[in-house]
């Protein structure tokens, strides 16, 4: 299929992403304004703007609802003002944010990230909000409960990079491993392993590191079958993604791109690109094809942007002069 026809058949799907769906802050800040306090001495980061954008299961959002394409979001928020933001943030990209569960036990997954106003650079540290300690068992159960098979793709975003504190737990993970109909589509950073009978897109340290974990040596096609996912996608950067299912190994190739401006984010965007487009081809060489061309577009952009369609019209039209 073209471009244009993908984005037409995408626009008329329904779509869920769960998981940790948190808030991007993005601080400009003045180096010239860092004052020391006059109580401890320490120089202040003096921040002038401030930019709100949702990030990790909110960047596949964003990508998806910028293709016309109806988009909610499932996951855990505090009740708190990064909470209050999150949702605006959603809203103003016609994200539905109904099924978020709030709750003042938790805080709002939240990255402040520290850009120069001079440079542009982000050169301090970035200072995030995380929870370490184990959903609720209430909030978890809220959670299952919202899950449902009403959609034609289920995107599962586990970003947490702690041991706990993340919103998919073991529990989530049964819930969207029982649905039926569907196509299930799961990028997770640390257990990739743990998912059963749904696609799983990890990237290619990722997908090695779950393979160690869970049988001792990496091999992409036994840790599909340990999995029993229909697909294994692994992602390596500009070269490409590597497709695994019951007939072997395929590469997708990628429009190689020179001097990205930032690739934060692009495995969000390749992933809501293939796991959409892989429900209306049902073809994973084509789905992974289009993901690769979302991510190409938007690691042109600082931040975690999103790939309109017509730019992704007019990246497939240079590929196809190239």
Known sequence: MSVRELLEAIAKLRVLVVGDVCLDRWCQYDPALADPSRETGIPRVGVVSTEVTPGAAGTVANNIAAWGTHVSVLGVIGDDGFGYELTQALAARGIGSDLLVRS?????????????????????????????????????????????????????????????????????????GSIEGPVIWVDSRMRAEHFRRVIVKPNREEAEAASVRALGRVDYAALRRHIEAPLLVVTHGGDGALLVDERGERWATARRVEHPADICGAGDSFSAGAALAYRVTGNALEAARFGNLVASVTIMKKGTGTASPAELLEAERVADHR
């Open 104 to 176: 003042k036990k938790v805080a709002t997954f939240t990255y402040t990230k520290l850009l120069n106003c001079c440079t542009g650079a982000e050169d301090l540290p970035r200072i995030d909000f995380v929870n370490t300690r184990p959903l609720p068992a209430a909030l978890e159960a809220e959670v299952v409960a919202r899950i449902s098979a009403d959609y034609d793709v289920i995107i599962v975003s586990d970003q947490a990079e702690t041991d706990a504190g993340g919103v998919v737990t073991p529990a989530v993970r049964d819930a969207i």
